[in-house]
């Protein structure tokens, strides 16, 4: 088993957890992940590394649940712990000196991005970090990108915190006032087709990295299969990052809808469990 540290809410249906897996500490570099089983019946999900601690063999990893086997992580508690962790698993981010480069996170890429700003500072680039998300209380790991980067933008939807709007909103205003050398953007797909647009007329250097469905992680199966640039790749060993101006996103979203149905009945059958499970227990609980 591989046991979680700890476990912290960081906003609604979203965990940040610390999880032992030292051999995955030990090699892992900015922009790799890892594929996860919570137990033996258990689906294989992909998780970005948003961080590590080398010495005490630790993973840093941010859950969104949005379907059963993410629900299944939220339910996790510390001690408890992954059937699986296999990784450090994808291709690196490449990493050198730049200059100005500019990271976008939504969503889950918000952690995903920070090892990405930290390597890149210290190699003397100038780091800015654009966080996106719908309202204040769905930001993420704004503190640690932050101290990530040189500078931290933030936009949320309804303007509850930073500026009123959509990443791409600050992005534009950016790329009006200062040249800038290389994009990264790690979120939902439109948020990467939007940014490749962007960056498209400035003739940016534009990495996104794609979250396509995955199974094996090995380049076996074919699930996470995308076109760059006309030619098929494999997301999880080409990949995830890939030059967003020749990325075909329309397939990737089209592909990520393939098992919808199944996906809700699956959550769905795992949420009604689990509020049977909680009246039986608080049934017992009040006889007792
Ligand atoms: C390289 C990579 C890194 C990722 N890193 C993280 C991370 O750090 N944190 C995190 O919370 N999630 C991450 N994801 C997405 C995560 O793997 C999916 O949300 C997860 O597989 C959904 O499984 P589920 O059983 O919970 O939901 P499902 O029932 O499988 O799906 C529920 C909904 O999520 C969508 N979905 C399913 N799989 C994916 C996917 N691979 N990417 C995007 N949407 C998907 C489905 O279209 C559906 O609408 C990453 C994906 C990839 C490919
Ligand atoms: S997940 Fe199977 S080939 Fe990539």
Not at 19 to 39: C, D, M, S, T, Y
Not at 211 to 231: F, P, S, W
Not at 243 to 272: N, S
Request: hydrophobic letters at 40%; charged letters at 25%; one cysteine or more.
């Amino acid at each position: 088993m591989f046991p979680i540290r700890s476990r912290k809410e960081i906003a609604p249906k979203t965990v940040l957890l610390h999880v032992e897996a030292p051999l995955v500490a030990r090699k892992v570099e900015p922009g790799q992940f890892v594929i996860v089983r919570v137990n033996e019946e258990g689906e294989r999900i992909p998780l970005s590394i948003s961080g590590w601690d080398r010495r005490a063999g630790t993973i840093r990893l941010v859950v969104q649940g949005v379907g059963r086997t993410s629900y299944e992580i939220l339910d996790l508690q510390e001690g408890q712990g992954f059937q699986d962790v296999v990784g450090p698993l994808g291709k690196p981010t490449e990493i050198k000196f730049y200059g100005t480069c500019v990271l976008i996170g939504g969503g889950y890429g918000g952690g995903a991005i920070i090892p990405m700003a930290e390597r890149l500072k210290e190699l003397g680039n100038t780091v800015i970090g654009i966080l996106g998300a719908r309202s204040s209380e769905l930001l993420i790991m704004a503190e640690e990108l932050s101290q990530a980067c040189h500078q931290l933008h933030i936009s949320t939807n309804d303007g509850s915190r930073g500026v009123k709007g959509m990443v791409t909103d600050v992005l534009s205003e950016l790329l009006k006032s200062q040249a800038v050398n290389y994009v990264v953007g790690v979120g939902p797909i439109p948020m990467m087709a939007a940014i490749a647009e962007m960056t498209r007329p400035f003739r940016i250097r534009t990495h996104v990295s794609l979250n396509a469905l995955m199974m094996d992680g090995i380049g076996m199966c074919g699930a996470c299969r995308v076109t760059v640039g006309g030619k098929s790749y494999f997301a999880c060993v080409d990949g995830p990052e890939f030059d967003g101006h020749q990325v075909d996103f329309d397939e990737i979203a089209q592909r990520l809808t393939i098992y919808r149905e199944e996906e809700k009945i699956a959550a769905d059958l795992y949420l009604q469990r689990k509020e049977t499970a909680c009246r039986s227990l608080s049934s017992v609980t009040k006889s007792a």
